[in-house]
């Protein structure tokens, strides 16, 4: 199920005229037994709604006051998430003829009144906030609105935004629906809230409500995905530049091809994007080779097997992202661990919908193609995980059949969609019309059940990619034949730079005509597009080199600084003199 909560607005909403109708209310009542959240985010003062809204226990939280305090209607316990106005504030309205209604943290009052209410607080020097609803004044802290209390209630729930369906009307409804992964604006809304929202109800009021639930209940809401490109993870783009990205929901991927191929860039900048939009994951790590990755927190080494307790409680933090080391468990013991492992998390995410993403990494190891007990360790409707193997028939059949969309990078891509294509019962069409020689970096990604070939892309770098990248250009050994040698016009020279440490120390130290031969000549520039692989670099040394207003030492100093802004260098590198 992907969404567990639904966060709805009340005045212009659910209500029509400050009330529910029957109709409405028996549509809350079946959302509420379909095991999903209901969540009431309101500018409305808790007495207020109290009085005209007698079902409030239909709901798990109450976010009042338009975010500014938190209800359970459950145990009436409040909570407020700002500081009580102050004094002086609410003296100085009445003063100015203001009426106002006080909260535990809102002073609400209406238009025209804005600009006295603006006045005040520019006079008194408080860091004091306005929001505006349908004629309604709100002065509120900095920074509390409907989104950061929402926030608040779904913490209380362990919930994240991404598992929340949110419905509104007006103009401060708009922080908390961008704040969901599903957006709906009622028919009634005012047409920016319709612009902004990712689908917007044919009945008006509580009858676009009642609308919504019924797709939530039924079909949870799959009619809006097409809609939701907005959450979409990059995974590379065509040869036209096109953008390729896959959905953050219901897709299982098999991630297959030799070594050195670009899996790993791919995986790791799928897990960066990941965290980018703020989608949880846990990573099966046989090997360790994710044991660095820093957004994350690695749970067992090669000397200490991991927890699967302590998973779970890392996991219970919607914010925090696991990596399972499995190195200090022996290579037959894995299969039986994640075995025991993928109930549990298969369990949180049917009570929170989380972790949104398994990456699962060496899945020969995990799922062998021997391992007879594999249909029952998968649950039937495992979805969001990232299968990384080097041939497709070296996992159980089981995890395969389960796969939505195949990606083949490394050496001969085409033979590994067609050894998947021959496991799944569908072969991929005109797959040698997509694929070809792959360069470095590049993959062949198959939707499994579209009729269309191959899809040929470059692979998006990442994060990590990209500093390592740096690491091998600034200190590592580029070998003989990519190296620069410093020869100078005579060619009696011939010092040998195999990084770019030692390509600034070089070019520091040799003379004059040396460093002029080989500037003229374009070689540096030439140097960084075809051994280094930077455009950027060679593109700024060739303006250097095309340069004839420049000394020998000018030049050295804007390429070696150059040098340093594109790649950071060790702090023991002599600057060019």
């Known amino acids: 199920m992907r969404y567990l909560a639904f966060a ?40 207020q709604l109290i009085s005209v809204f007698p079902d409030l226990d239909l709901c798990e939280w109450v976010v009042a006051e338009n975010g500014a305090l938190l ?84 913490e209380e729930l362990q919930l994240t935004p991404h598992n929340v369906v949110g419905i509104g009307d007006a103009e401060n409804d708009h922080a908390f629906l961008r704040l969901c992964e599903c957006s709906v604006a009622v028919a009634n809304a005012l047409p920016m809230v319709k612009q902004l929202a990712d689908i917007v109800t044919i009945g008006d009021h509580g009858d676009g409500v009642a609308e919504i639930v019924d797709a939530l209940v039924e079909r949870d809401l799959e009619e809006a995905a097409p809609q939701l490109t907005r959450h979409h993870i990059l995974l590379g783009t065509r040869e036209d530049g096109a953008a390729v990205t896959i959905p953050p929901y219901g897709l299982n991927i098999l991630l297959a091809g030799t070594s050195g191929g670009g899996k790993s860039t791919l995986a790791t900048g799928l897990l960066e994007r990941l965290v980018e939009h703020r989608y949880q994951f846990c990573v099966i790590d046989p090997e360790g080779d994710y044991q660095s990755f820093r957004p994350a ?47 549990r998390l298969q369990e949180l995410r049917t009570r929170t919908g989380r972790p949104h993403w398994l990456l699962v990494d060496e899945a020969h190891h995990l799922l062998p193609v021997d391992l007879t007990a ?25 995890a395969l059949k389960s796969v939505d969309a195949v990606i083949a990078v490394g050496e001969n891509p085409e033979e590994t969609l067609r050894e998947a294509g021959t496991l799944l019962g569908q072969q991929p069409v005109n797959v040698s019309s997509g694929a070809g020689h792959l360069e470095n970096g590049e993959a062949l990604f198959w939707a499994v059940r579209d009729a269309a070939p191959p899809i040929r892309l470059r692979i998006a770098p990442c994060q990590m990619e990209r500093a390592r990248h740096q690491r091998k250009y600034a200190e590592g050994d580029l070998g003989v034949e990519r190296s620069f040698y410093f020869k100078g016009p005579q060619q009696k020279l011939n010092l040998r730079a195999q990084n770019l440490v030692l390509f600034t120390q070089l070019a520091d130290g040799v003379d ?58 060790p702090s023991s590198t002599p600057p060019a003199s």
């Open 374 to 398: 594999a249909a029952f360790t998968l649950p039937q409707k495992l979805t969001q995980v990232f299968f990384i193997t080097v041939k497709p028939g070296s996992v159980a059949l089981a």
């Open 512 to 569: 004059d005509d040396t460093w002029t031969y080989h500037l003229r000549r374009g070689e540096y520039s030439r140097w960084f597009r075809d051994a280094i692989k930077d455009e950027v670099l060679a593109g700024i040394a060739a303006v250097i080199e095309k340069r004839t207003d420049l000394s020998p030492r000018e030049s050295r100093t804007l390429i070696a600084e150059a040098v340093r802004q594109n790649y950071t260098l």
């Open 71 to 154: 209800y359970h209607p459950g145990t009436r316990a409040e909570k407020p998430l700002g500081d009580a106005p102050p004094a002086e504030l609410l003296r100085e309205l009445q003063t100015r003829g203001v009426p106002i209604s006080v909260g535990r943290v809102i002073v609400a009052t209406w238009e025209p009144h804005e600009t006295t209410v603006l006045g005040v607080i520019r006079d008194l020097g408080l860091e004091r906030q306005v929001i505006f609803n349908k004629g309604a004044v709100m002065i509120l802290p900095s920074g509390v609105n409907k989104a950061t209390g929402l926030t608040a209630a779904l």
């Open 297 to 343: 927190v690695a749970v067992g080494d090669t000397r200490h097997p991991p927890n699967i307790d302590e998973v779970l409680q890392l996991l219970k933090n919607p914010t925090t992202n696991v990596v399972v080391n499995l190195g200090g468990l022996p290579v037959i013991d894995r299969p039986a661990f994640f075995a025991a492992l993928l109930p």
């Open 8 to 47: 709805c607005d009340y005045d212009g909403t659910l209500a029509s005229d400050g009330r529910v109708s029957d109709s409405t209310l028996a549509a809350l009542r079946r959302l509420r037994a379909s095991g999903r959240k209901l969540l009431l985010v309101t500018g409305r003062e808790l007495e």
